[in-house]
């Protein structure tokens, strides 16, 4: 394909960030942001695929700023761009994108469409997983010993299995944590259950743990608790998201036969409580729909950012209707 050699081989500053690693997506970001703004500030400009048509986001591509030389183009949810003729379109604008243009595609997904996927220089496609559970570990002791923190392994377990995982929620949820405490004395599990889980009495997990037990009124108590605490859809969206990419690994798990205590840490599951809750999960949910309640978070999130405050909870109650009837029982 020409076109596509032709953008890898000039160079252009096409970016491509995957996988749900938010953390350290956001900090590659900043940091091409950062670079670019030495030279000069550039114009920035945000659009979410799927809720902007692909015509609006190839026209932002190849016009011009008045404002300045400098163009700083993110465009969020990328894996939405699959339809063909829009792949093509977007592809045909990667090609003559003019040099003072950065272009980012991010998506949460591990790849995007055909040909949209290699349409930047290998060394601008990057892969942000999620950590590993020593790596986990390791990043939350270390979170917690550079501001002068001590912490032992039973909090440090007890913080994994309340959190994403991803170190840009792991970092708020620990600086929140330490607003409560003192560093005169190492963190235990009871200071991490009495204050990180205590002072959030409703979270996306504790709304996933509805969704799991196929409790729906209480659910939906959980995400008008969550809204009326002013807890933003898209973040509500990405912590089940997460949820239900730790149930596919879960699911896969159990493929192979009945998992072991060491393949449930392994996967970031440990506590009786988080291993109920995966159970009851995967009796409601095969990897079908799974891979349906997924992409329903994904579309709501689009939806959600599109249509505002006004209508969240109309749109919130729609999705979780959804999620419910996406379940196989």
């Not at 998506?107 to 942000?128: H, M, Q, T, Y």
């Not at 792991?170 to 929140?176: A, H, P, S």
């Not at 409601?284 to 329903?296: G, I, N, P, T």
Request: charged fraction near 30%; glycine fraction near 4%.
């Amino acid at each position: 394909m020409p076109a596509l050699s032709a953008i890898i081989n000039m160079d252009k500053e096409i970016y491509i960030f995957l996988g749900p690693e938010s953390g350290k997506k956001q900090a590659a970001i900043d940091e091409i942001r950062e670079k670019k703004s030495k030279k000069e500030k550039p114009e920035e400009t945000v659009l979410y695929a799927g809720e902007t048509p692909a015509v609006q986001i190839a026209d932002t591509i190849l016009n011009h700023s008045l404002f300045s030389l400098s163009r700083f183009i993110i465009i969020k949810n990328a894996e939405q761009i699959k339809k063909k003729e829009d792949v093509s379109l977007i592809l045909s604008c990667l090609e003559n994108i003019d040099a003072q243009t950065s272009l980012l595609l991010i998506s949460d997904e591990f790849k995007l469409a055909a040909g949209l996927d290699e349409s930047c220089p290998s060394k601008n496609r990057k892969v942000f997983y999620e950590m590993f559970e020593r790596e986990k570990s390791e990043w939350v002791r270390n979170f917690f010993s550079v501001k002068g923190y001590r912490i032992n392994a039973d909090a440090i377990a007890a913080i994994l299995e309340m959190v994403a995982n991803n170190t840009d929620s792991l970092g708020r949820e620990c600086t929140r944590l330490m607003l409560f405490l003192s560093n005169d004395h190492p963190i235990n599990e009871e200071d991490v259950t009495q204050w990180l889980s205590h002072s959030r009495e409703e979270s996306a997990f504790t709304l996933f743990s509805r969704i799991a037990a196929g409790d729906s009124i209480k659910a939906f108590e959980s995400l008008h608790s969550l809204l009326a605490a002013k807890e933003s859809p898209p973040g509500i969206l990405a912590g089940l998201s997460w949820c239900f990419r730790k149930l596919r690994d879960y699911l896969a798990l159990t493929e192979k036969g009945e998992p072991n205590s060491f393949e449930m840490k392994k996967i970031g599951l440990s506590s009786p409580k988080a291993r109920d809750d995966y159970f009851a999960a995967a009796r409601r949910y095969d990897s079908k729909a799974v891979d349906a309640c997924l992409a329903l978070s994904a579309e709501y999130d689009i939806i959600t950012r599109s249509l505002g405050a006004p209508l969240e909870v109309v749109l919130m109650d729609a999705y979780l209707v959804k999620i419910f009837n996406a379940s196989t029982l």
